[in-house]
Nanobody, 119 residues
Framework: QVQLVESGGGLVQAGGSLRLSCAAS????????IGWHRQAPGKQRDLVAT???????KYAHSVKGRFTISRDNAKNTVYLQIDGLKPEDTAVYFC?????????????WGQGTQVTVSS
């Protein structure tokens, strides 16, 4: 059963914006920390933003000020707003869920959505 589904990726010019969506199952959404990760070609997967069930957010230093993570409790959806896109933001973006803030491993993953930024 698919529990996390990302959407909203695409091809965008540098300086543009995108909003990625992560639709989660009700169970995951209400009990888990949700995080957005990204993986560029030939690079490791990096965590860029997280949001707790209470709405507390954290960001990787490299994206602070340009990325905004939010959640819509009525839609069981977590969003990642990306502004001021740069070519180096090109990557597959994944959302993932884990059962606690202190847990290191992420338990569930979506299939990813491609973001490509042209210069």
């Amino acid at each position: 059963q698919v529990q996390l589904v990302e959407s909203g990726g695409g091809l965008v010019q540098a300086g543009g914006s995108l909003r990625l969506s992560c639709a989660a199952s009700r169970r995951l959404f209400s009990t888990n920390v949700i995080g957005w990760h990204r993986q560029a070609p030939g690079k490791q997967r990096d965590l860029v933003a997280t949001i707790t069930t209470g709405g507390t957010t954290k960001y990787a230093h490299s994206v602070k000020g340009r990325f905004t993570i939010s959640r819509d409790n009525a839609k069981n959806t977590v969003y990642l707003q990306i502004d001021g896109l740069k070519p180096e933001d090109t990557a597959v973006y994944f959302c993932a869920a884990k059962r606690g803030v202190s847990r290191i491993l992420w338990d569930d993953w979506g299939q990813g959505t491609q973001v490509t930024v042209s210069s």
